[in-house]
């Protein structure tokens, strides 16, 4: 449900800004739903983005290096951060706002600072550095740093990385390479710095002739060009990931030191490459960077074959410094690409599917130059084919083999037996996740579609089915989309096919849903006459009284006396004594975030005791995978409709029984049967609306919406369409029913206890009029006894006596308030008109403002000859007319 990820990311922002006033983050939802609009990314209205952002800011040269080295990383949705940011250049009122939060958060850092600083300071000018001192020691530094910082980070993060494959395939063991290898430094092709080709003293090249410079100089670079040191070209050190640089004899001739400085980035791109290849080649760096590194490699190869061919030239006198360059010219551009992949991966710290990302960028970048084009598009064919190893078992199988965390699906440790026991669908959606930064971005659009296939496939697999898609086919990176997305959109059509028949089919999903129906929705009639009537009693008692036991034993014995029992899923059905009750229950859902939740949550739940029939609901047994659709968020929202509609079924039983008792009224005196004639009223009017409330519930809301459900059951084509169109159904059963309107459902349950509080009059009443008469009775067969009474007479007497004691003993209270009957009557009948006036109104003004038509046949019904029409005519004028705006005076 998309509001609630929008309540998060507003929680969050307005945490970020630290702002605590107001009501909370709901009163943001609204506004964003409906001026929410997609926004698809171009390169135009990326570059128009970044323009008007640079020319905002007070720095663009900071700005613009900042979005380069990002763009170099490769970093995902950068260019939908920065049309963002440009938007909010525009708006005058948020940058004010923001800059007001701004200000206040460092002068609230500040006096944090001052209040918990110590006597520690730093001194300004006691001490001063010349600049000779300072370059000094940023040397130092530098030295430092180019000995213990380049190999540190790459220990530390295999390390890491190492850790971390360790803790998520703890069963199997990750291959890692001996320690020999990293000790060893020969080994590898890069540059050893601090080391010469030979110990012998190098001649001055300026004191030789112009050829024999030319000479020299050739077998340097020939050396250089490998990853070897020459006589007077040596590399420097590197600090960081920064590009190798080399230092030239600055005696060697002015011309030929111009050739030279050209040839060089030729092998500054072959160390980035080699360096890049040896840390790659590492297990814990993934396959598909490894598989990158071993398609460099492979051109490295080539590259030092034609070296060889150079110096086999250079020893047969044949080689000059401009053949040289000549003859490194195609190379140099292949270098120089590979150079670049290296460095971006590299700055990235791609793993995966982002190294899969940022090489299809660097080949559709490349689309006009056919060469680059084309080693790009080797490289990431390479890569990919890992990649595509991982995405065809789970497509085609559901199984996930990814031991380097490099797929774009996330599997977590979650148990399909505690489903039962979460509010939420925890386990479809957490148990395999998507991870952004592993989506390549040519998959980006079918990320959805991929993650469906192998739930579908494992959810099958995971009930004892072996599932293999018979249209499996490899699948292989191409420039052409089309070519992969038919493989998926295949796989998808099966898996959807497989799933969505296990469950229709084999588990018969329909008829558990139907099951639910009968006794969450109140479909069969004649159990829950059965079932109230053998719980009657029990219900009425407190929560912490009742034995579930005996409820149990009832609900068996109801669903045997009854139609039920030819329902084949009868024995799911269970018994649940809630912890609050229904209107609690609704408010901590619908009051998120607000001063009225924490004031429901700081409640004491004991202060009040719920009776059986506020805790009372039922449960479903559902069992796996039928689960994944009846989970526990459906079957709360089932309870939340059938307690709504049990304690309506109620309180039309008690004013049933009260018209039921009130036919004795007639055995009563004339004075009496004339008091009953206004209570006679009220509740016919009171059973007129909750038998409506029920008919409309029952007949308008939950028959055409399960119809609808049915018909889409039927048109469903995978499992999520199923999710999808059962969680509308339960959605919109709950708001026509008015359970998700905090207003309506509080003047609801007043109507309702108004309802009860007359039921219990009424019972009280008649209790106390029966006993009236009977005493008068008592008194009259006393009075007309002829001669004195026999001893059978006296017997009979005197138990009449101790019933009559009895009776008052118990009702004493009851016959204190009979004066009062008139009155309290009275006060039910307006306290009961004023409610339902106040629900009528609230009914017309949310199917008038937010097209709830659907509430309006509850006005029809409840005022189908128009008794309440004038009054709600008049105070929709009086609501008119305080909201119209004040003229002014002429």
């Not at 760096?285 to 590194?293: F, P």
């Not at 949550?601 to 796996?624: H, M, N, Q, R």
């Not at 109507?751 to 006993?771: A, D, G, H, I, P």
């Not at 008194?779 to 006596?801: D, V």
Request: hydrophobic share 40%; glycine share 2%; aromatic share 8%.
């Amino acid at each position: 449900m998309s509001e609630f990820r929008i309540h998060r990311d507003v929680n969050e922002l307005l945490s970020l800004l630290h702002v605590h006033d107001g009501e909370g983050a709901e009163v943001y939802i609204d506004l964003l739903q409906k001026n929410r609009t997609p926004y698809v990314t171009t390169s135009v209205s990326a570059h128009s983005a970044k323009v008007k952002i640079a020319e905002f800011s007070r720095t663009p040269e900071d700005f613009l290096k900042k979005y380069d080295e990002l763009k170099s990383k490769n970093t995902r949705h950068l260019d939908s951060l920065v049309y963002l940011l440009s938007k909010l250049t525009e708006d005058k009122e948020t940058l004010q706002y923001l800059q007001q939060n701004a200000k206040e958060r460092v002068e609230l850092a500040a006096d944090a600072a001052n209040s918990g600083s110590t006597n520690f300071s730093i001194p300004l000018s006691t001490s001063k550095i010349s600049a000779q001192e300072l370059e000094e020691l940023l040397k130092q530094l530098g030295s430092v740093t180019a000995n213990s910082n380049v190999q540190q980070p790459l220990e530390l993060t295999r390390k890491i990385l190492r850790d971390k494959q360790k803790k998520k395939n703890s069963g199997q063991p990750i291959p890692v390479f001996p320690s020999w290898v990293y000790e060893r430094p020969a080994l590898i092709g890069d540059f050893l710095t601090g080391t010469s080709l030979s110990t012998d003293t190098t001649v001055p090249i300026g004191t030789l002739p112009l050829a024999s410079q030319e000479s020299m100089i050739v077998e340097d670079l020939l050396y250089v060009l490998i990853g070897v040191d020459g006589r007077y070209i040596t590399a420097q050190p590197l600090t960081g990931r920064q590009n190798r640089a080399f230092s030239v004899d600055p005696n060697l001739d002015l011309s030929i030191k111009e050739l030279v400085t050209r040839i060089l980035p030729v092998a500054a791109s072959y160390s980035a490459v080699t360096r890049f290849i040896e840390e790659k080649s590492s297990f814990e760096y993934g396959q598909v960077n490894h598989a990158l590194a071993a398609a460099m490699r492979t051109l490295i190869k080539e590259y030092m074959i034609l070296i060889t061919q150079l110096e086999h030239l250079q020893r047969q006198g044949l080689l000059s410094l401009q053949k040289l360059w000549f003859y490194i010219q195609p190379t140099m551009r292949t270098l120089e690409i590979l150079a670049s992949l290296a460095t971006s991966v590299g700055k990235g710290e791609c793993m995966g599917g982002s190294t899969l990302s940022l090489l299809h960028d660097k080949t559709f970048n490349y689309t006009g130059d056919s060469q680059a084009q084309e080693l790009c598009l080797y490289l990431t064919k390479a890569a990919s084919v890992p990649y595509f190893e991982i995405l065809e078992k789970w497509i085609y199988r559901g199984i996930i083999n990814d031991p380097y965390s490099e797929f774009m699906v996330e599997e977590h440790e979650l148990q399909k037996e505690k489903i039962q026991e979460d509010y939420n669908d925890k386990y479809w959606d957490q148990r395999y996740t998507v991870v952004q930064q592993q989506i390549p971005s040519f998959l980006q659009k079918m990320a959805d579609k991929i993650l469906s296939t192998g739930k579908y496939l494992n959810v099958v697999r995971e009930c004892g089915r072996d599932v293999t898609c018979p249209v499996a086919k490899e699948v292989i990176y191409t420039l052409k989309e089309r070519a992969y997305v038919e493989q998926i959109e295949k796989a998808y059509n099966y898996a959807s096919k497989v799933l969505l028949d296990f469950l229709m089919e084999e588990k018969e999903l329909v008829a558990h849903l139907r099951s639910i129906k009968h006794y969450f929705l109140m479909d069969q009639g004649d159990f829950f006459v059965h079932f109230m009537d053998l719980t009657e009693e029990e219900l009425k008692k407190p929560v912490d009284d009742i034995i579930t036991t005996r409820l149990e034993a009832l609900l068996e014995l109801a669903l045997r006396m009854s139609t039920a029992n030819t329902d084949p899923f009868k024995d799911d059905l269970k018994i649940d004594l809630m912890p609050h009750n229904l209107i609690t229950q609704l408010l901590r859902v619908l009051a998120i975030e607000t001063k009225q939740e924490k004031a429901i949550i700081s409640a004491d739940p004991t202060e009040l005791t719920l009776s059986g029939l506020e805790a009372f609901s039922f449960d479903y047994i559902v069992k796996w995978p039928l689960s994944l659709i009846i989970n526990r968020k459906a079957l709360t929202r089932y309870q939340m409709l059938f307690r709504h509609m049990f304690y309506c079924k109620h309180v039309e039983r008690q004013l049933c029984n009260v018209w039921i008792s009130n036919k004795t009224a007639k055995q009563f005196s004339l004075h009496f049967a004339k008091c009953f004639a206004g209570a006679f009223t009220l509740r016919q009017r009171m059973l007129n609306f909750v038998q409506n409330i029920q008919y409309y519930m029952m007949f308008e809301v939950m028959e055409p919406t399960w119809h609808i459900l049915e018909k889409n059951l039927k048109l469903a084509s995978n499992i999520d369409d199923v999710l999808s169109h059962h969680t509308s159904f339960l959605d919109n059963c709950l708001k026509d029913c008015m359970l998700t309107n905090t207003e309506l459902l509080e003047i609801f349950s007043r109507l309702m206890s108004v309802c009860v509080f007359f039921t219990n009059c009424m019972q009280r009443f008649t209790r106390s009029m029966k006993l009236d008469n009977e005493m008068d009775q008592l008194t009259l067969e006393h009075s007309t006894m002829l001669g004195p009474p026999t001893e059978e007479e006296r017997a009979e007497e005197t138990a009449k006596k101790q019933l009559t004691n009895k009776l008052l003993a118990e009702h004493a209270d009851n016959l204190q308030l009979t004066p009062d009957f008139e009155a309290t009557i009275n006060e039910c009948d307006n306290n009961f008109s004023s409610h339902l006036l106040d629900l009528l109104d609230k009914l017309s003004v949310y199917s008038t403002n937010d097209c709830e038509h659907s509430m309006l046949n509850i006005i029809y019904r409840l005022d189908f000859n128009g008794f309440y029409t004038e009054r709600l005519e008049r105070m929709s004028a009086e609501r008119s007319q305080k909201a119209a705006p004040l003229l002014p005076c002429l």
